[in-house]
């Protein structure tokens, strides 16, 4: 089955959700896991605001904290699980080929992502890396719904909410 699993995060509660599940999955699997985040290189010319009022050097490092925090967080709830997980950070422009790069060179056999699930004109203009990442990579990718956050939220909470549920649907 599955000896080697990315999982990319970005540090949002959606992303945090699936590293939890990426992180169960190698749990049971007695896989290994590599936990990646990318971070937009420094732009001279930049509608960001961080770049725009940040030097190169302080972009950098204000970035690199940033990807600390969120790897750490994650390697920590794998840690707890008693997974063994390597930490990734890479700075490229599009991170859907950081994450297919990254499983690559890693040797993984699946991509965990998290997905919003917009659809129509909202999914054209923002352009969903996970929807890049499904279109050109080789490796299985499996995609946790932002409708999988909500149900287990309320899973969580001890309650029933109408519409609350598990998606099954391919896209």
């Known amino acids: 089955m599955y000896k080697t699993l990315l999982v990319a995060t970005d540090g949002s509660a959606l992303s945090d959700l699936a590293v ?3 992180v169960d ?4 699997l007695r896989a290994r896991l590599v936990i990646l985040t990318a971070s937009e290189p420094f732009h001279l010319l930049t509608t960001e605001a961080e770049q725009i009022a940040d030097t190169e050097d302080i972009y950098r490092r204000t ?4 990807a600390d925090r969120v790897l750490g967080a994650a390697a920590e709830k ?3 699980s008693g997974v063994a997980a390597a930490t990734v950070h890479v ?3 599009h991170p859907f080929e950081a994450i297919i ?3 690559a060179r890693e040797k993984c056999d699946l991509i965990v992502m998290a997905s919003h699930g917009r659809r129509g004109f909202s999914a054209l203009v923002l352009g969903s890396q996970t929807t890049k990442v499904l279109t050109h990579s080789t490796i299985p990718v499996l995609v946790v719904r932002a409708e999988a956050a909500a149900a287990e939220h309320v899973a969580a909470a001890g309650h029933a909410f109408p519409g609350a549920a598990l998606s099954t649907r391919r896209d």
Do not use: I
């Open 101 to 103: 790069a990254t499983a």
């Open 63 to 66: 970035m690199q904290q940033r």
């Open 78 to 80: 794998a840690a707890a």
């Open 91 to 93: 700075e490229n422009d």
């Open 25 to 28: 999955l190698a749990a049971a």
């Open 20 to 22: 939890t599940q990426a």
